[in-house]
Structures are given as C-alpha cells and as structure tokens.
C-alpha cells in the first residue's frame, strides 16, 4: 500500500484528533479553545475527500472513517460544549437537547452515507465526499460539519463578548440554537455546497477577489465575529432559499 492510500486517512484521524482534545478543553472549563479546535477540525474536513480524489485513494473505509469522525467532533463534542456550559439552565433540558443534537448528526451521517452509496452504485464512483444523490452542489438538510461548527463558532463568540463586554448572552440562547441546528440537519432543506462559495466561476474573478481580501482582512481584525458571522449566514442560507423557492413557485390567485 503507497504512502498517498494514507492521507485521507490522516486527516480523518486529525479531525476525530481535534474533536477529542476539544472535549478534552470542554472538561477543563477551556471553552474558546474547544471551539477554536472544531473550527480547524472544520478545516480538515474539507480536505479529506479533495485530497482522497486528488491521490486517487477513494474507498467505502474511508468513507466510514470519515464519517465516524464527524460524528465524534461535529456531533457528540458540540454536544457536550453545550451541556458543560450551559449550567443556569435545567440540566434535564440542556442534556437532552445536547442528546437529541447528536441522534440528529448520527441520523444526517447515516443518510448521507446511504446516499453517497446509492451513487456510488449508480454512477460507479466511491467519494466520501459526494453529494447527495445526483444532486453535485447540494446538501439534504444542514451538513453535520456545519452544524457543529455553529456551535462551536457561538462558543467563541460568547468567549469574545465575555471578555469585552462581560456578558454571556450568547448562553442564553444556545440550547434553542442546538435544536433548531439539530432539526435542520435531518429537515429536507437544501444547502449549497461550502465549495460553490469559494468559487471565482461562481462570482467572477474580480469580485471573487474582492471577496476573499475582505474576508481575509476581517478574520484577522476579529476572527471571532467573522467566525460566527460566516456559520451563521451559511446556517441561514438554506432557509433563505426555501423561502425563495416557495416565493417564486407560488401560483397567482385567480381574479
């Protein structure tokens, strides 16, 4: 077995690594770096699948192992940030909330995995990254790496206006925000593909560049605004074209 069968592999285990030394920071009340830990984790799973097609190395195990990692860092250690964190909550509701979060990531990772198989079968391709169905840019319901890494992105956020403005409002509202993330992953709301975003075709090369300078220089201003800013938007965006879609589909009242 060649060197380059291994490194989808790699980053399947960096991610789950990252997952679990996030939990790890969660027990140790280190709650911004457990985020910060899930957003890199984010990170490396966007390269698995590229790097998985690019060395010619697709199979159904690392199809697996990508997402048994997923499911240990986007769904069971978001799930614990929020059941560590918030403790003015009742206990039974912030733990079954968290509970529910990580049955509805099993439950996204399962499907996904089914489907990726049906096209497999279909169209004679192995990905790990392969989009539901037929469906090349899209996504049933939120991707469980988004979901947990809203989370984690409001985790920073609360961190940040905790240390400005001495103030855990975020906390408030992060159990609903749990839930609503959790219904979302198994809801048949389509999302668009993370990649389309970063595409210069998508939006053209001038704005393209424009777009990503001004990200570039906002995250380094305030990483942790931009952070959570950009979680939320994709967060919100499949919503957005529902919305959109029934809008436009809408047949007019006969007069």
Not at 17 to 46: H, K, N, P
Not at 63 to 80: E, H, R
Not at 104 to 130: I, Y
Request: aromatic residues 12%; contains cysteine.
């Amino acid at each position: 077995m060649k060197v380059r069968d291994f490194l989808p592999a790699l980053i399947s285990f960096g991610n789950m690594g990252c997952g679990f030394a996030s939990m790890i920071c969660v027990f140790g009340q280190r709650f911004e770096y457990a985020g910060w830990l899930i957003i890199l984790a984010t990170v490396l799973d966007a390269f698995d699948g590229k790097v998985a097609r690019i060395s010619n190395s697709t199979s159904k195990f690392g199809s697996q192992l990508d997402s048994l990692a997923d499911l240990v860092t986007f769904g069971i250690a978001p799930a614990i940030m929020v059941g560590r964190i918030c403790t003015e909550i009742s206990p039974i509701i912030v733990w079954g909330v968290s509970f529910f979060f990580v049955i509805c990531a099993a439950v996204r990772l399962a499907r996904f995995s089914c489907e990726s198989q049906t096209c497999t079968a279909l169209f004679g391709t192995e990905s790990a990254s392969q989009p539901d169905g037929a469906h090349h840019q899209t996504f049933t319901g939120l991707p469980t790496t988004s979901a947990g890494g809203a989370i984690a992105s409001l985790l920073i956020l609360n961190a940040y206006l905790h240390t400005r403005f001495e103030t855990d409002v975020v906390l408030i509202f992060l159990p609903a925000s749990a839930f609503v993330l959790a219904i979302l992953m198994i809801c048949k709301v389509r999302y668009t593909h993370a990649k389309v975003f970063f595409t210069a075709k998508q939006h053209g090369t001038i704005p393209f560049l424009l777009e990503v300078v001004s990200a570039t220089i906002f995250f380094v201003l305030c990483p942790q605004i931009t952070v959570s800013a950009a979680f939320c938007f994709y967060t919100i965006s499949g919503l957005l074209g529902l919305l959109k879609g029934k809008v436009f589909t809408r047949q007019p009242n006969p007069t």
